[in-house]
């Protein structure tokens, strides 16, 4: 996710020689958010005595927002398109339980299940897309009728129960763990070194792997940038950027080495963001996006099929929201008829704080994913302070309408 | 005379750009002041710090209206004193009637419930004034251009103005329309209003202006009166730093081979099917040339053109288009862009551009295939070939990752036009290429349109400047209502020729 990071505002230059000062305000909102996701976490670091950070709540973390954090990668190509998805609440529940029968009354094998829905899942998107690509019917309207179908067959199709458990091999992906392919004396030796009872080497290198190669990655690009005279982050926020996204997610790995080492579903979380932001950022697909958004007219008049990107973002769109629903399922153990309910809210406010704009063509995949963690770890803190639901409601009202009345009082103020 | 409003060392930056450099400006009581300058040199940023739009505090210096002080937070602040300014982009709502519009925000009420026969009587004695004939409760969107601009005037006088300021009215008009509209200032100048008008079109300057003020590069140049005579030449020179002899650049041409021939081009409306918008149009271009199309608004030549490019425009379209004597499969855009062929837009701002995009993603949004190898981008290499059309075409920006929405009209025209050169086009339809953009970008793009031409390429460019078709094109066809009505050579082209060709028919 970084990894976008870097290349955003290494892409971002305009003047060279600029002023500290000019360089922040014009990239408050990049730094804003990481600033806010920090002094989030470590306000809640202290109320909660630590607890925010222990490994097993890391670990709740992650999972916790999995299923979200998937779902805001398409929910932002649906975005930045100019469109809107009301309906991937319904659409991951309903898969859910599309799994939930085939696997617990059909005894389908897991991997066919897993096939059949994540295809069931694109199937939707199409369908929903391709009222709205072809037929131009506001994307609100359509989806919001399909947020209330898939709501229904879901109960259909569960009968009003909740159905369950799942074979083993399927809550792996939500529960299970990669298992250390290290020599257990590595492990032991640096839990020794460290004073913990143990230590997954694994996830340890895959951490420093991922800052290493994050770090390097973003001195390439900027030496490249260099190379064009385009560089204006100055040094030193550069070197502090760097050192604590890097630091960030090697105390994040080591926290969960000495629990249960990494997630799957962090693997497929991780893989699936680095995908999207390439994907967003540097393919001809991603820009003509970004283009349909921007202006619709002159991405038709500049040669691009303005409706077949319509209908594919809404079918990765129901894809991703298929692979949540499975992750949803498993993590569960079980589908219900309420599954995923409201959730499209807490996706589409993630996509909206991390710097989207309602009117398409603006946002990020790394905003995106950072909006996701910042509303999962006030969740999350709130929850172990004991803040009850009723505050926690009106406290992430609060702060999605904060982060857009910021982005538009930046805007404004850079004319 | 009294001076009504002073405006002293105005200073406005935005990131990166100094758009006012210490501009002066005095407008005398009951004169109609004109304000030129190229794009970009700041006309319109003068007029927004002036009427409220940047509001007081984020410029220097200072104003006084009617002998006052004055700083206005916002246009509401500066309409309340009488200060109307009636922008390029007409402000009106296009599904409400015309009295709806006038009274919008400033409804003929009692306690919240509108007064409709008030609001309608008004009206009517409002229309009388600006000569527009029209029941007050017409829609906007049923009247065109021209009447639209009369409705936002009738607005101004029913706010008891004081000074009315004008950007670029006439940009959208034609020549009728225009002469109307600037009767209309001399009639109001006679009733006492002060206007304010910003025209790139000289003779309308010197037709009504009493003061000209000419501002460069965000800096006042001259203060002219028309008292003293007013020269054309001395303007031209004041705005552009230079002599400028000639307006259009010389060329010699020697039109090849035939390039592309359009026959049989039929198009129809596309909501109301029954309407037969293009008429068995045909025409050739050959390689080298630049053939010019004439015609008022609304005689087709945006349709013609749209309909040919990748059917943008229209439907149940018929016809062929071949191009080096083969025919080509123009029935999408991607299409028409691989036969080789590029629309220039007229509209470069909703239709042309990604406004809040880079001039980078702009330059290379059409030919996207030319920076990137399967489907991944090669950002450096995008770097360079903007880079490359900003060098060649002479955008002036600080660098190519700045937001077109920040580029002046000409500017702005220079990327749209370095997006379709991207694409390595045969033939360029070019419409409206120099609409609202000032005297030396004007020429710029002449400059190009003859390169084009040298190198081979067909150019069809339409306009409703004649003496801009006669200036430059080797023949030019003439459309009213849908058809091609006539054709001249070069030499036997004159603006009488051809109004007479569009009015004979």
Known sequence: MALAQSDDIAEKQSDSGKSVREYLSSHLREYGLLFALIAIMVFFQVVTDGTLLRAVNITNLLLQNSYIIIMALGMLVVIVSGNIDLSVGSVMGFIGALAAVMMVHFDQPMYVTVVVCLITGALIGAAQGYWVAYWKIPSFIVTLAGMLVFRGLSLWLLEGQSVGPFPREFQVIANGFVPDIFPPVIGETIAGIFAERQVNTLALAAGILAAASLVWIGLRQRARNRAYGIVDEPRGFFIARNAIVAAAIIFITYKLSTFRGLPNVLITMGVLTVVYAFLTQNTTIGRRVYALGGNEKAAKLSGIKTERLTFLAFMNMGFLAAAAGLVFAARLNTATPKAGFALELDVIAAVFIGGASMSGGVGRIIGAVVGAFLMGVLNNGMSIMGIGIDYQQMIKGLVLLAAVVFDVYNKRKQG | ?505
Not at chain 2, 104 to 125: H, S
Not at chain 2, 228 to 237: F, K, M, N
Not at chain 2, 263 to 275: D, F, I, L, V, Y
């Open chain 2, 1 to 505: 005379m009294t001076t009504l409003l002073e405006m002293r060392e105005i200073t406005k930056e935005f990131p990166g750009v100094r758009a006012l450099d210490r501009v002066s400006i005095a407008v005398k009581q009951g004169e109609i002041h004109a304000i030129c300058g190229e794009n970009g040199a700041g006309k319109s940023t003068l007029m927004k710090v002036l009427s409220g739009v940047y509001p007081t505090g984020s410029y220097e210096g200072e104003m006084t209206f009617e002998g006052e002080p004055i700083a206005f937070r916002d246009i509401s602040d500066s309409e309340a004193r009488g200060i109307i300014i009636i922008h390029q982009e007409l402000a009106l709502v296009p599904q409400l009637s015309i009295a709806e519009n006038i009274f919008l925000g400033n409804e003929r009420a009692k306690r919240g419930v509108i007064d409709w026969r008030e609001t309608n009587t008004r009206t009517e004695e409002l229309l009388a004034k600006v000569g527009l004939k029209e029941p007050p409760t017409t829609k906007v969107d049923a009247i065109g251009v021209g009447k639209q601009q009369l409705v936002e005037i009738a607005k101004a006088l029913s706010k008891d103005v004081k000074l009315l300021i004008l950007d670029e009215p006439t940009a959208a008009l034609q020549e009728n329309d225009s002469r109307k509209l600037l009767d209309l200032m001399l009639e109001l100048k006679a009733q006492g209003v002060t206007c304010i008008i910003i025209s790139h079109k000289l003779g309308e300057v010197r037709y009504v202006a009493d003061t000209v003020t000419v501002i460069r590069d965000g800096m006042t140049v001259s203060t002219l009166d028309a008292s003293e005579g007013l020269s054309e030449d001395r303007i031209v020179r004041d705005m552009v730093g230079r002599d400028m002899t000639h307006r259009f650049p010389e060329h010699h041409r020697k039109p090849a081979e035939v390039l592309m021939e359009v026959s049989g081009w039929n198009a129809w409306h596309p909501q109301h099917a029954e309407r037969q918008v293009i008429k068995n149009a045909s025409f050739t271009v050959r390689r080298g040339e630049v053939v010019g199309i004439a015609g008022v608004m609304g005689s087709g030549r945006t349709e013609l053109a749209m309909s040919i490019f990748g059917q943008s425009y229209g439907r149940n379209i018929s016809g062929e288009v071949k191009l080096g004597g083969k025919p080509v499969d123009v029935s999408s855009v991607d299409k028409a862009i691989h036969a080789g062929i590029s629309y220039v837009t007229e509209d470069r701002k909703s239709l042309g551009l990604v406004l809040d995009e880079t001039i980078r993603f702009n330059t290379t949004l059409a030919h996207l295939e030319g920076v990137s190898s399967g489907g991944i981008l090669n950002r450096n290499e995008e770097t360079r070939v903007a880079e490359r059309y900003r060098d060649a075409l002479n955008i002036r920006t600080p660098s190519v990752f700045q937001k077109t929405i920040n580029l002046s009209g000409g500017n702005q025209q220079k990327v749209v036009l370095a997006k379709w050169l991207n694409t390595a086009p045969e033939v360029l339809i070019l419409d409206e290429p120099t609409r609202g953009i000032d005297v030396g970008a004007k020429y710029e793009i002449y400059t190009i349109i003859n390169e084009l031409a040298a190198e081979g390429k067909g150019v069809v460019m339409i306009s409703s400047e004649m003496p801009e078709l006669i200036g430059m094109c080797d023949r030019i066809y003439v459309m009213n209502e849908g058809a091609l009505v006539g054709e001249l050579a070069a030499g036997e082209a004159s603006q009488e020729k051809i109004m007479s060709l569009i009015v004979n028919e």
